[in-house]
């Protein structure tokens, strides 16, 4: 069963604006990792955030994590065409023996 | 440092044969996952390989099976392929040891059944 899910399922943006993503999960998790995909391809990792951890920046992404909620959310900022792709959300229960993703958010990037 | 390769990159099976795709994991890494992600969904967990052994599955059924070699490659393998097994197969590794690490994921393979 999925266990993170993200929201919107699509997102349309103007280059240089910024886009945010949220994830929801159902049970307590170990860790929360956010992926991007372009076109069908392979995953590429972005970001890992603990569950004792309430954000994380890396670059042009933030990501915040509130375990009280059972949400995280993704925002890129000053966004480029290149970002466009499809964004996941994965859960772990218990290190990385159980990781759970949801269907994505297919972001465009409008140049 | 070659990061996770998967082959072959594409196949064509028809129902009820049998496949079995490849992956190499990322130098250093000595932990394999395997995932089935369907046309526009996200990547579903099919099982974990660690020290050679399945140490956790997903929700598929046993025509799903797989393999870690002493080198700490893997092997999934399909039996009595259905229509639905049609998607991309996508393998991660990572290190298990220092507890939870992010998953570097291959490139795919992806199966199309007839």
């Known amino acids: 069963s999925q266990q993170g899910e993200e929201d919107p399922q699509a997102l349309s943006i103007q280059e240089g604006e910024n886009a945010t993503m949220n994830c929801s999960y159902k049970?307590?998790?170990?860790?929360l990792q956010w992926y991007r995909q372009n076109s069908g391809r392979g995953l590429v990792h972005l970001i890992l955030?603990?569950?004792?951890?309430r954000e994380k920046h890396s670059g042009r992404l933030r990501v915040t994590l509130d375990t009280s909620k059972k949400s995280s959310s993704l925002l890129i900022t000053a966004s480029r065409a290149a970002d466009t792709a499809s964004y996941f959300c994965a859960a772990s229960l218990y290190n990385n023996n159980d990781m759970r993703f949801g269907a994505g958010t297919r972001l465009t990037v409008k140049p | 440092d070659a990061g996770v390769t998967q082959s072959p990159t594409h196949l064509i099976k028809t129902r009820g044969q049998q496949v079995t795709l490849r992956c190499s994991p990322k130098s250093g890494h000595d932990t394999v996952s395997w995932y089935q992600q369907a046309l526009g969904q996200g990547p579903q967990f099919i099982f974990q390989?660690?020290?050679?052994?399945?140490?956790q599955r997903g929700n598929f059924p046993d025509r799903f099976s797989g393999h870690q070699f002493p080198n700490y490659s893997s092997e999934l393998n399909v039996n009595a392929l259905l229509l639905g097994d049609s998607a991309l197969y996508l393998c991660a590794s990572s290190l298990v040891a220092g507890g939870p690490d992010e998953q570097f994921f291959g490139p795919g393979t992806r199966l199309t059944v007839l």
């Open positions: 049970t307590s998790i170990n860790n």
């Open positions: 390989y660690y020290e050679e052994e399945e140490r």
């Open positions: 955030i603990r569950s004792n951890e």
